[in-house]
C-alpha cells in the first residue's frame, strides 16, 4: 500500500518550464522537518506546476541528507546555506536555540540568495517553517511576494503556540507545577508536564524563543499545517475560523514521505533496508510491531532494557529500530545526522538476541519507515509520536503505542490517546511487564486495543480521501496556490 499522495493531483498540472511560478522554502534542521516541506514541494509540482528551491541549513548537510535530496525530482532543487558560527552559544544550549539562531543569523545570507533566485525564477512566494519565522524579514527584504509558515506539528501545537506570548504572562510559573491542564479552544486539556518540551523551563532560551516565534507566526500571510481535521476536528474548527490578528490556518495533511521518486532510498543504508523488508514478507498479517523513536531519539539505558524485556514477554512479533542509549537524556546527539556511532545492540540484555531471533528482527539506526507500515504483515507502531511518523501510521492505517520523548512528543500522545482514541500510552514507569501489556492490547485486545485498531481505521480512510482530487487537503492547497497568480512583481 503505498500513499495515495503520490499519483493524486495531476488534474491541475500545468506542467514545469522556465515560466513556471516557484517557490523558495527554508528547511529549518531535522528529516522531520524536510521530509514534509519535501512533499509539499512534490505535490505544488505534481498538480499546480510549482517548481521549488529547498533552503537546508549547513549544520545538516549529512549524508542522510544528501542522499534524500539528491532522490527529489527535478522540479525540487536545493541550495545549502553558507555554515554559520554558532562556537559563542553555551554548550549546552537546545535544539530549538541553536535553530532559532541560525536563522536569525543566516538573515543577510539568505536574502542575497533570495535576491539572485528572483532574477532567474519566477518566485511567487516564500515559505519557512516552524523555527524560520526570522527568515521573513530575508524574503521582505529580497522583495518576494508573499511569505507563509509552514507547521509541520498538528493544529494542537499550533494552537499552543499562537497562544504562547499571552499565556507567557498569565501563567508565571513552570507549566510543570500546573495542579489544572492547560486548556486551549478546541483543544484536548494538556497536563502541564506533557506540554511542549521547550516550554518546560522558563529560565531557558529556548523557551523565550518559543514565545518569540509564536509573536511571528502572525507575519505570515498564511499558515499551512501538515494535519487533517479527523483527526483534530474541535481544534481545525477552531483555526479555519477567520480570526483578527491570526493569519488564516490551511490543514494541507496529511503529507507524508511517498515513493514515487524513489525518494525512500533516501535516508536509509541499502542493506538493513531490503533485508526488513524481506523478513516482513515472511510475517503473518498484521503480526509485527515496528518499534521506532524517530530519526534522533533514543532511549536512556534502563528504558531500552525494559523495552527489550517487554518486547520479549508480549509474545509479539517485532521489528525493532535499535539506536544506542543516550546518556544525555532522551534527545538523540543524533539529531542533525542519524547514523548511530556505535554497536547498539551491544546494550541490549544478555541473551536477547539469541532468544526473540525467531519472533524479533533489530535493524540498527534507521529502517525504511513508511515502507515498513505499508506493508501487510505490520499491525502496530511503537512510536516516539514524532508528528511525521503518526501521519505516516495514520496514511497506512496502523495502530499506535505512545511512548514520547521529546519535542511536542507528550502532547501528542495526549491528543492521540485522550482525544481522538489511536494510541495506547505505555505508562510513566516503564516496567517490561507494562510495556508487555500495552504492547499485546494494541495487537489483539479485544477491549481498548479493538477500539484503537477500529478508530485508526476510520482515520486511515479520512486522511487518504482529504488527499483526493476534491479532498479537504487538496481543496486548502489549490485555495492558497490560486492566491499566487499575478502575486510576483
Ligand atoms: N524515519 C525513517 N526511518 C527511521 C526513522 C525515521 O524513515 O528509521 C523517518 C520517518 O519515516 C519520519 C521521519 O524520519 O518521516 C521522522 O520524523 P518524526 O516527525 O516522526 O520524528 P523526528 O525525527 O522529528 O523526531
Redesign the pocket.
Known amino acids: 500500500m503505498e500513499n495515495d499522495a503520490c499519483n493524486n493531483g495531476s488534474a491541475k498540472c500545468n506542467g514545469v518550464g522556465s515560466a513556471a511560478r516557484h517557490v523558495a522554502m527554508l528547511v529549518t534542521p531535522?528529516?522531520?522537518?524536510l521530509?514534509?516541506l519535501a512533499e509539499l514541494a512534490k505535490r505544488l509540482a505534481a498538480r499546480h506546476g510549482v517548481t521549488s528551491t529547498l533552503l537546508t541549513f549547513a549544520s545538516t548537510a549529512s549524508a542522510t541528507q544528501r542522499e534524500f535530496l539528491a532522490s527529489l525530482p527535478a522540479a525540487i532543487e536545493s541550495v545549502s546555506l553558507p555554515p554559520v558560527d554558532l562556537s559563542d552559544l553555551p554548550h549546552d544550549a537546545g535544539i530549538e536555540t541553536r535553530m532559532s539562531e541560525e536563522c536569525v543569523r543566516l538573515v543577510p545570507a539568505l536574502t542575497e540568495v533570495l535576491a539572485r533566485l528572483r532574477e532567474t525564477r519566477r518566485l511567487v512566494a516564500f515559505v519557512a517553517d516552524l523555527f524560520g519565522a526570522d527568515s521573513f524579514d530575508a524574503a521582505r527584504d529580497a522583495g518576494v511576494p508573499r511569505r507563509y509558515l509552514f507547521f509541520?506539528s498538528n493544529l494542537h501545537a499550533l494552537t499552543l503556540l499562537l497562544h504562547l506570548p499571552e499565556l507567557d504572562v498569565s501563567i508565571p510559573g513552570e507549566f510543570r507545577d500546573l495542579a489544572e491542564p492547560v486548556r486551549l479552544p478546541g483543544c484536548v486539556p494538556i497536563p502541564g508536564p506533557d506540554i511542549l518540551m521547550p516550554l518546560q523551563d522558563k529560565s531557558k532560551a529556548c523557551y523565550k524563543w518559543m514565545v518569540h516565534h509564536g509573536r511571528r507566526y502572525c507575519d505570515a500571510e498564511a499558515i499551512l499545517v501538515n494535519s487533517f481535521e479527523a483527526v483534530e476536528p474541535e481544534a481545525a474548527k477552531v483555526l479555519r475560523h477567520p480570526k483578527p490578528g491570526r493569519p488564516p490556518v490551511y490543514p494541507i495533511g496529511p503529507l507524508?514521505?511517498t515513493h514515487c521518486a524513489d525518494a525512500?532510498s533516501?535516508?536509509?543504508p541499502p542493506s538493513p533496508r531490503s533485508a526488513c523488508l524481506d523478513w516482513l514478507d515472511r510475517q503473518p498479517a498484521k503480526s509485527v510491531i515496528f518499534v521506532?523513536?524517530?530519526?534522533?531519539?533514543a532511549l536512556p539505558m534502563d528504558h531500552m532494557r525494559e523495552l527489550a524485556l517487554g518486547m520479549e514477554l508480549s509474545g509479539q512479533r517485532f521489528l525493532w529500530?535499535v539506536r544506542s542509549p543516550s546518556d544525555e537524556g532522551e534527545v538523540s546527539a543524533n539529531y542533525y545526522d542519524?547514523e548511530t556511532k556505535k554497536n547498539p545492540f551491544s546494550y541490549l540484555p544478555e541473551g536477547f538476541v539469541e532468544r526473540t531471533k525467531e519472533v524479533g528482527l533489530l535493524?540498527p539506526?534507521?529502517?525504511?519507515?513508511?515502507k515498513v507500515l505499508a506493508h501487510q504483515a505490520t499491525g502496530g507502531f511503537l512510536?516516539?509520536?514524532?508528528?511525521?511518523?503518526?501521519l505516516?501510521s495514520l496514511v497506512h492505517g496502523v495502530p499506535m503505542v505512545a511512548w514520547p520523548?521529546?519535542?511536542e512528543?507528550r502532547q501528542n500522545a495526549v491528543m492521540l490517546t485522550e482525544g481522538v482514541g489511536a494510541a495506547i500510552r505505555v505508562p510513566e514507569a516503564k516496567g517490561k511487564e507494562k510495556i508487555a501489556a500495552v504492547v499485546r492490547e494494541l495487537m489483539v485486545g479485544e477491549g481498548r486495543g479493538a477500539a484503537v485498531r477500529a478508530k485508526v481505521a476510520e482515520l486511515h480512510k479520512a486522511a487518504i480521501d482529504g488527499l483526493r482530487d476534491g479532498g479537504a487537503a487538496t481543496s486548502a492547497l489549490d485555495e492558497v496556490v490560486d492566491k499566487w497568480t499575478g502575486a510576483e512583481k
Open positions: 531535522g528529516m522531520g522537518h521530509i514534509p509541520p507524508t514521505q525512500d533516501a535516508a536509509a521506532s523513536f524517530g530519526s534522533g531519539g529500530v542519524a535493524v539506526s534507521w529502517a525504511p519507515q513508511t512510536t516516539h509520536c514524532g508528528w511525521n511518523s503518526v505516516e520523548l521529546f519535542a512528543q
